[in-house]
């Protein structure tokens, strides 16, 4: 069946270093990726996207890389702050939204 | 400000009942959609509409119904069939003619029984 996991379900890091969470689908007919940050009792907060046809996008503070070959993609994110505190997941689409896989999430606590 | 509009915030439903959960868009979006979020899971799918007067049954429709009467709008209503209604509910929409615009969330709807 088709699958979105992630990698780490609890990731701890330093104030001020750099976080990496990952992300495995299993539809290689995904086309289309989002990564959404969720705050406790908040709805989810698109972060950054990108399409098949490129392997890295980056944003302020963030980059995505997306390797298809082994249908992986990873949300970096640069000099992690307290509020980057929150669960990061991501969604695999495919069919133009026909079908939309979530991930379980990963939750990123930043120790000050 | 374009975006989703989830009401209530909160909502207690007592056995038996059904209670409706409203959704506004202002973002001219095409597809809305219904998730269920419950602790340690992904996001499950309820229904989506991908137009006016049409929508589908997602992955957990069971105790659920919902309408489309208009683009800005998609209430969900969970009935006395849903056994296990305590979640939290995200409204999400996208505009399907156009991939790579995202799919946006409204602010959620946690819903527990008394």
């Known amino acids: 069946g088709e699958s979105v996991g992630l990698h780490l379900p609890t990731l701890s890091v330093q104030e001020g270093d750099n976080s990496i969470i990952n992300c495995a689908y299993s539809?290689?007919?995904?086309?289309?990726f989002i990564w959404y940050k969720q705050e406790s009792g908040k709805g989810p907060q698109f972060i950054i996207d990108i399409r098949s046809n490129m392997d890295k996008r980056q944003g302020q503070r963030v980059t995505v890389l997306l390797n298809k070959t082994v249908k992986h993609l990873s949300l970096q994110i640069a000099a992690t702050q307290p509020g980057d505190s929150a669960v990061y997941f991501c969604a695999a689409i495919s069919g133009g939204y026909q079908k939309v896989t979530f991930g379980t999430g990963t939750k990123l606590q930043v120790i000050p | 400000d374009g975006g989703i509009t989830q009401s209530p915030k909160y909502l207690f439903r007592k056995e038996g009942q059904n209670v409706t959960l409203s959704c506004e868009q202002n973002l001219n979006h095409d597809a809305m959609y219904w998730y269920r979020q419950d602790p340690g899971q992904g996001l499950r799918l309820i229904y989506y509409s991908q137009i006016v007067n049409d929508f589908q049954k997602g992955d957990i429709a069971e105790g659920y119904s919902v309408s489309r009467e208009k683009k800005e709008s998609f209430p969900l209503t969970v009935t006395s069939a849903q056994k296990n209604p305590t979640a939290f509910y995200l409204c999400?929409?996208?505009?399907?003619?156009?991939?790579?615009?995202?799919?946006?969330f409204g602010a959620g709807t946690r819903l527990s029984v008394l």
């Open positions: 999400a929409s996208s505009n399907p003619a156009n991939l790579g615009t995202g799919i946006y």
């Open positions: 539809n290689s007919a995904s086309d289309y």
